[in-house]
T-cell receptor
Framework: NAGVTQTPKFQVLKTGQSMTLQCAQD?????MSWYRQDPGMGLRLIHYSVGAGITDQGEVPNGYNVSRSTTEDFPLRLLSAAPSQTSVYFC??????????????FGEGSWLTVV | GQNIDQPTEMTATEGAIVQINCTYQTSGFNGLFWYQQHAGEAPTFLSYNVLDGLEEKGRFSSFLSRSKGYSYLLLKELQMKDSASYLC???????????FGTGTRLLVSP
């Protein structure tokens, strides 16, 4: 009964370090996405993927990379961490994408602090 | 742009009814979602409206008017556990991604 699993839950980084947030889902969903959530800004889409091998940019993609080599995994890479990337990150997946009205399942969130 | 607007914060009393409004650009979106998010947790699905009208699901109902670009979430018989943020979200027409409003923080007091 795993659903969407993302790790780590908490991470502190120094400015300039790189790291990868892992996300995996076991529901065979085609659509996966990464959001960040900041106070007063709501959830903002970073990158999304409509299937293995296909990714696209969301609203705030700068400073982040993604890849989708398998249906299950959708890691988010911070190339050179900056304090502005301090945020809560949510990975999400859905069966057929937002247009179908399918429920989106979120991971538990990753709290990232860049000092 | 793709704008979704909702009030920042609302307060209500246990047992009361509260309506949380959400407005969006009429030319942009197909249907509208509502999500609930407790502090420190992930959002969870509440409802999805693609046709005009009211959809009831227990204590929660959601309404959509596509011509007016307007939706609301109605919470009845409020309980303390309903204190949370309520997010409305919609997919821009032709896109498989979801755009979220900033969320409405609801505080339920005894």
């Amino acid at each position: 009964n795993a659903g969407v699993t993302q790790t780590p839950k908490f991470q502190v980084l120094k400015t300039g370090q790189s790291m990868t947030l892992q996300c995996a889902q076991d529901m065979n969903h085609e659509y996966m996405s990464w959001y960040r959530q900041d106070p007063g800004m709501g959830l903002r889409l970073i990158h999304y993927s409509v299937g293995a091998g296909i990714t696209d940019q969301g609203e705030v993609p700068n400073g982040y990379n993604v890849s989708r080599s398998t249906t299950e995994d959708f890691p988010l890479r911070l190339l050179s961490a900056a304090p502005s990337q301090t945020s809560v990150y949510f990975c999400a997946s859905t069966e057929q994408g937002a247009l179908s009205g399918n429920t989106i399942y979120f991971g538990e969130g990753s709290w990232l602090t860049v000092v | 742009g793709q704008n979704i607007d909702q009030p920042t914060e609302m307060t209500a009393t246990e047992g009361a009814i509260v309506q949380i409004n959400c407005t969006y650009q009429t030319s942009g979106f197909n249907g509208l979602f509502w999500y609930q998010q407790h502090a420190g947790e992930a959002p969870t699905f509440l409802s999805y409206n693609v046709l005009d009208g009211l959809e009831e699901k227990g204590r929660f109902s959601s309404f959509l008017s596509r011509s007016k670009g307007y939706s609301y979430l109605l919470l009845k018989e409020l309980q303390m556990k309903d204190s949370a943020s309520y997010l409305c979200a919609a997919p821009p027409r032709g896109f498989q991604k979801l755009v979220f409003g900033t969320g409405t923080r609801l505080l339920v007091s005894p």
